[in-house]
């Protein structure tokens, strides 16, 4: 097979490194197992803690950080926030049940890449991890809008 029209070789393929941080086990499994199944994605590393995944973003340089708002200790948005000012090369896509336009604003203002609706994370995560990745290194001003109004919750 060539390489031409929409035939892709699988080792033309550039690899997306994502490290995935939940502090729920059931929720980081179920996530590893999805993102593994797709051949332009390795999973890197996986943390439960803010501070793991700042430690492993050092260490692993991975290309998108999956991760989620609410962990134990230093919560996802101030987690982001270190690793925009550590690691400028990482880029953050939250990942949360909370999908109200506080926790967005918040999540932006952080230097989140983009947010996306744990409930919606199927199609929607695979898609903004690959347009993520795709981008140079251009700033987004806000995150992507993978939270339709219906979505919105108070938190």
């Not at 060539?2 to 690899?15: F, Q």
């Not at 995935?20 to 590893?32: F, K, N, R, S, Y």
């Not at 989140?112 to 001003?141: C, E, N, P, Y």
């Amino acid at each position: 097979m060539e390489g031409s029209g929409n035939v892709v070789h699988w080792s033309e393929l550039e690899m997306i490194r994502a490290l995935l941080v939940d502090d729920q086990p059931q929720i980081l499994e179920g996530l590893e197992m999805l993102l593994a199944l797709e051949p332009d994605l390795e999973i890197v590393g996986t943390a439960q803690t803010a501070q793991e995944a700042i430690a492993l973003a050092h260490s692993l340089q991975p290309d998108i950080i999956v991760m989620d708002v609410r962990l134990p200790g230093i919560d996802g948005i101030a987690a982001t926030r270190a690793l925009g000012q550590d690691l400028p090369s990482g880029k953050v896509v939250i990942l949360s049940l909370y999908c109200d336009p506080e926790t967005r604003r918040q999540a932006a203002e952080a230097g989140a890449q983009a947010f996306v609706a744990k409930h919606d994370m199927t199609q929607s995560l695979l898609a903004t991890i690959r347009q993520i990745a795709a981008q140079t290194k251009q700033s987004m001003g806000e995150p992507a809008p993978q939270c339709s109004a219906r979505d919105e919750r108070n938190v």
